[in-house]
C-alpha cells in the first residue's frame, strides 16, 4: 500500500507534492564519514565552527581553527579513530550504533511511519535526511536528539540545524522536539541493568563519567550540569550505590578556559593513588559507544589508570543498540508522537 498521499484534483502542471506521513529523525552529533585526514578535517572544520561549540568571537577563533587546529588535530584524531573504527562495515562505532538504532526502532512502530537518522556534523547531514523525509511525503517530523541531558552544545545545535533547513522550505512540515530523557525511569533501568551486568564484587569504585562543558555555559542557564547530576543521583538509588562508590566526573576537556569538575581523569587518578586496583567507568550521557567512550576511556584512561599504580579499568560499554535501549527509544517516541500515531489495528 503506498502511504504518500498524491495531491488530488491540482490544476495542470502543478509540481507534483507528497505529504500525509509521520517521520522520526533521530540525531546524534557526528562523525568523521571515512578513515582519513581529509575527511576528519571535514569533520573537525563542520563541528568546531558551531558557535554552539565554540563561541568564541569568529576573528579570533577561525585564524586558530584553519591556521592551527585543522592542521595539526586531524592526523592525531584518526589515529584515535584507528583504534576503534567498524572494520566489518567501514564507519565509526557511533556511526553504526545510531544506524542501527533507527533500523530497530522501525521495526516496533506502524509501518506507515518514518524512521531515520542523521548526524549534526557530517554524513548523513540532518538537511540532507530531513529534505529526503520531506520528499518521502513526511508533513510532520520528530526530531529525537540522541542526548539523555539537554545542552545547547548537543540538543540545541541538533535543533538549530533542523530549524534552519526548514527555513528555507516552502512548505515546512510541523516539527517537534524530543525534550532531554536524562531522568526517565526506563533510561535508569536500563543504565542499571548495564551496571549489573559489568560491575562485580571485585569493582572498588564506579565513576559515573560525563561529557564536560565550559562551567560558564550552567551560568548561563544551560540545565546540563544539573540533568547530569540528576540521572547519577537515580542511578545510585537504583543501585544502592553512595556517592562515595560512584562519583559524578567530567571529560573531553578542550581549550583553555575553566570546565566542569572533577574531571574523570582526576578521579581515575585518585583512584590509583589511594590504593584501588580495579575500578569502573561508566558513560550515561552517552547512549551509542564513540571515540569518547571506547578511545578517550576505554584506551587512554585505562592506560592513566596503569601508570598511577592502578590495574584494571573497566570501561561500561553504551547502550548501543541493545533491546533495553530500543524499548527506551520506543516508548518516548511513541509519547511524543500523541495525536499523530497511526492506527495499528
Same mark, same amino acid.
Given at each position: ?11 495542470? !502542471? ?5 505529504? +500525509? ?6 540525531? !546524534?552529533?557526528?562523525?568523521? /564519514? ?15 565552527? @558551531?558557535?554552539?561549540?565554540?563561541? $568564541?568571537?569568529? #576573528?579570533?577563533?577561525?585564524? *586558530? ?68 523525509? %520531506?520528499?518521502?511525503?513526511?508533513? &510532520?517530523?520528530?526530531? *529525537?536528539?540522541?542526548?539523555?541531558? $539537554? ?8 535543533? @538549530? ?5 526548514? %527555513?528555507? %522550505?516552502?512548505? %515546512? ?9 536524562? @531522568? !526517565? ?10 551496571? &549489573? ?45 553512595? /556517592?562515595?562508590?560512584?562519583? *559524578? ?32 567507568? =561508566? ?14 576511556? +576505554? ?16 570501561? #561500561? ?5 541493545? @533491546?533495553?535501549?530500543?524499548? =527506551?527509544? !520506543? ?15
Amino acid at each position: 500500500m503506498d502511504h504518500v498521499t498524491p495531491l488530488t484534483a491540482a490544476p495542470q !502542471n502543478h509540481p507534483p507534492i507528497a505529504f +500525509g506521513r509521520v517521520g522520526v529523525l533521530l540525531i !546524534n552529533l557526528g562523525t568523521p /564519514e571515512h578513515l582519513t585526514d581529509a575527511s576528519v578535517r571535514a569533520y573537525l572544520a563542520e563541528f568546531l565552527s @558551531d558557535k554552539r561549540v565554540v563561541d $568564541y568571537p569568529s #576573528i579570533l577563533w577561525q585564524p *586558530v581553527l584553519r591556521g592551527i587546529i585543522l592542521r595539526t588535530r586531524p592526523a592525531k584524531t584518526r589515529a584515535a579513530y584507528a583504534k576503534i573504527w567498524d572494520r566489518e562495515t567501514d564507519e565509526s562505532p557511533l556511526r553504526r550504533y545510531t544506524r542501527e538504532q533507527a533500523e530497530k526502532l522501525r521495526e516496533k512502530l506502524p509501518s506507515e511511519i518514518v524512521v531515520d537518522w542523521a548526524m549534526r556534523y557530517g554524513v548523513p547531514g540532518t538537511a540532507a535526511t530531513l529534505q529526503k523525509m %520531506q520528499d518521502m511525503g513526511c508533513d &510532520r517530523i520528530l526530531l *529525537v536528539p540522541l542526548y539523555p541531558q $539537554y545542552s545547547a552544545t548537543t540538543t540545541g545545535t541538533a535543533c @538549530d540545524a533542523a530549524f534552519a533547513w526548514a %527555513q528555507k %522550505q516552502p512548505w %515546512q512540515p510541523a516539527l517537534r522536539v524530543m525534550p532531554a530523557f536524562h @531522568d !526517565n525511569p526506563g533510561l535508569i533501568a536500563a543504565l542499571a541493568g548495564l551496571c &549489573r551486568a559489568h560491575v562485580t564484587e571485585k569493582t572498588e569504585r564506579v565513576i559515573l563519567s560525563f561529557h564536560g562543558l565550559p562551567e560558564r555555559y550552567f551560568k548561563q542557564g544551560d540545565p546540563y550540569h544539573c540533568h547530569c547530576h540528576k540521572t547519577a543521583r537515580l542511578m545510585r538509588e537504583a543501585l544502592g550505590w553512595s /556517592e562515595e562508590f560512584a562519583p *559524578v566526573a567530567f571529560q573531553s576537556k578542550f581549550g583553555p578556559e575553566k570546565w566542569l569538575e572533577p574531571s574523570t581523569e582526576s578521579l581515575v587518578i585518585t583512584a590509583a593513588e589511594e590504593g584501588l586496583t580495579n575500578i569502573a567507568v =561508566v558513560t550515561p550521557g552517552f547512549v551509542s559507544d564513540c571515540i569518547e567512550t571506547l578511545e578517550e576511556v +576505554g584506551i587512554g584512561l585505562a592506560e592513566t589508570f596503569e601508570e598511577a599504580g592502578g590495574e584494571t579499568l573497566t570501561a #561500561i560499554p553504551c547502550l548501543n543498540s541493545s @533491546d533495553a535501549f530500543i524499548d =527506551v527509544l !520506543n516508548g518516548l517516541v511513541r509519547r511524543e508522537l500523541g495525536g499523530w500515531m497511526p492506527s495499528e489495528s
